[in-house]
């Protein structure tokens, strides 16, 4: 198969249902549950295998988590001097625009009202957007409880104590991302909006509006796309799980290609570790020797920049 040719027959990125374990009008399903063990074990199979999964989330709920796509219009279409304000000390949280059809916002650290304020006062400094914040806390929650319950079913999956697993969760970064590509100045022919890449981060939650382009590289090489849906979130995991799992888990093989002329638009959620990772005993044994230093994720961030080149983990901390 040629770079755009694709694999739509067969493969396909493996879909779990996390509808009867997260919801907003009950708590999260209890770990002894059926459908928590059932879909812990495909969650660590698809992770292995793809670094990737779909998480499908409550159809009732759709409106409420499609809801920040309302505003995205609006937002974007601020003069270029305003969306240049988005700046946080730390890598990669604020605005960027690295081609004529991508650009996106950041939002640093989005389960925390006030940063969500500060954004959205960059842009209404009258406070008169009247959806904005509300839609975006309403959105940053859903995404974090799945990232937090997708991690604790990794935690569990490979055997590692539960109080590493908070303690990794209190140490956990976010970021809420916002990202557009305008395919109008392409005419309807396809083309490279993201370059294939892996994550740097520990995971990433995608959801996007109807546009398709985001796509998937699967072990024999073929890419194969992410089939849009309302209730449909990405879930992909980065640099820093391949480290933690000591190469267990692999990091996500993806890009984004444009052929269609309207915007898509999609909503990231990006994690990192404010500190240190570290190889749990329990996942380095003889056929697992330890192949990885502790990784601190902030350093290991900060030596790509000015780089023209991806520093790789494997050279970062490998062993
Ligand atoms: O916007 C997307 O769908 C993908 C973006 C992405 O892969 C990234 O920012 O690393
Ligand atoms: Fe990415």
Redesign the pocket.
Known sequence: MGVTERNTQEAKIPVVDFSKIINHTSSTSSSSSSCWVEARAQVCQALEEYGCFVATLSDADADEYNKIFGSLDELFGFPKEIKLQNTYDKPFRGYHSPNDVHE?LGIDDPTNPQAIHNFANLFWPNGNHPNFSESADGYAKVVVRLDETVTRMIFEHYGVDNKWCESHIGATDYVL?L?KYDGAGAAGEEHMA?PE?T?MNLT?I?H?NHVNG?EVKIANGDWVPFDVSPNSFIFMTGDGFQVWSNDRIKPCV?R?MMSDKEVRY?V?LSTFHSGTISVPEELIDDQHPLRYKPLNHLQYLASQLGQNYRVCVNNFCGL
Request: aromatic content about 0%; proline content about 0%; hydrophobic content about 35%.
């Open positions: 996106g991302r990202h993201l890449h994550d990433t995608i996007q985001l993806h984004v999609s990231l």
